[in-house]
């Protein structure tokens, strides 16, 4: 899916390239080709293009990624503005991020 980007500069991902073991899980669940594994290392390549779902960090076993999940969505905008808080969808960690 590429082509789609969301606002410049205010994704939450990171990753800690120093744990990663290069199994490329993150780049076989990411929907938007976020990542691409160089030398047994995974890099961001496309940060712009990441709608924090969230599949990425919960798939990584070695906990190299993190990312505030379900501020991306449009379910968690909309409760967010709602309730005048975070943006949220509330699915948690069991749900649809
Ligand atoms: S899923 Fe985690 S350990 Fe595997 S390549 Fe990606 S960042 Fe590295
Ligand atoms: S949060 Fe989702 S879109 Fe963003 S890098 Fe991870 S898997 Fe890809």
């Not at 969301?6 to 990171?14: D, F, G, K, R």
């Not at 669940?29 to 599949?55: L, S």
């Amino acid at each position: 899916m590429n082509g789609f980007v969301y606002l410049s500069n205010v994704v939450t991902l990171a990753l800690d390239r120093e744990k990663c073991n290069g199994c490329r899980m993150c780049v076989i669940v990411c929907p938007h080709e976020v990542f691409t594994v160089e030398n047994r290392k995974a890099r961001i390549i496309r940060r712009d293009q990441c709608m924090e779902c969230g599949a990425c960090a919960l798939n990584c076993s070695e906990n190299a990624i993190a990312v505030k999940s379900g501020v991306g969505c449009a379910a968690g905008i909309i409760n967010g503005l709602l309730r005048g808080t975070e943006p949220t969808c509330d699915c948690g960690s069991g749900g649809c991020c």
